[in-house]
């Protein structure tokens, strides 16, 4: 039977969760500019790159303004998240995503993280799992946000592994459309009944092993 030869996660709502402090930085930024931004706006936000999140952000609040402006937004934003996650450590790691790392290194297959965020190496290094990843692949790295499946093909090249034989974990429906797209098996982290297109679906790594990874492919 055909196993799995490699495993890519996107970083936020996987393996740990900044989504809190994006929403902080992001409701800060709405506020200056005079108008609410919500938990549920915040939704629309997930997996998706700092410029168009701003972008988003700014069709919320009904604000039109030039690139340059967009710009120093963006970098005001980006200062503010990396304050809050200054005092991340180990503890931020999400449940069950250790153990799993600890179970796909004994498997001997690889793993690679496939993340929009700029600030991933930053986080990974907070949490004690940067020299884990055999890959890492950020926003830094791609051109095209998810749904393209850039950061997913970017990856699978980088490990040499064919695309087929590739598990992507994601807690987006942008990420989960990128990983279809890349043409491999995608397990979604979340709610089912709201994110929509996985292979399977878990509420947490706790739930997950290599026996029902490997079973995707059956």
Known sequence: MPKPKAVLFDLDGVIVDTAKFHFQAWKELANELGFTFTEADNERLK??????????????????????????????KNKRYIE?????????????????LNALKKGKIFFA???ASKNAPRILRAIGLYDQFDVIIDGNAVTKAKP???????????????????????????????????????????????????????????????????????
């Open 113 to 115: 993280l496939g993340s």
């Open 47 to 76: 997996g998706v790159s700092r410029m168009d999140s701003l972008n988003i952000l700014l069709e919320i609040g009904q604000i039109e303004l030039s690139e340059l402006e967009k710009k120093h937004l963006a970098t005001q």
């Open 148 to 218: 393209s499946p850039e950061v997913f093909l970017l990856g699978a090249r980088q490990l040499s592994v064919d695309t087929q034989d590739c598990v992507v974990f994601e807690d987006a429906q942008s990420g989960i459309e990128a990983g279809k797209r890349a043409g491999m098996k995608v397990v979604g982290v979340g709610d089912k009944n709201v994110l929509h297109g996985a292979d399977d679906y878990i509420v947490s790594m706790k739930e997950m092993s290599i026996e029902r990874m490997n079973s995707l492919f059956f």
């Open 84 to 100: 809050l996650i200054s005092t991340m450590d180990e503890k931020e790691i999400l449940p069950g995503v250790q153990y799993f």
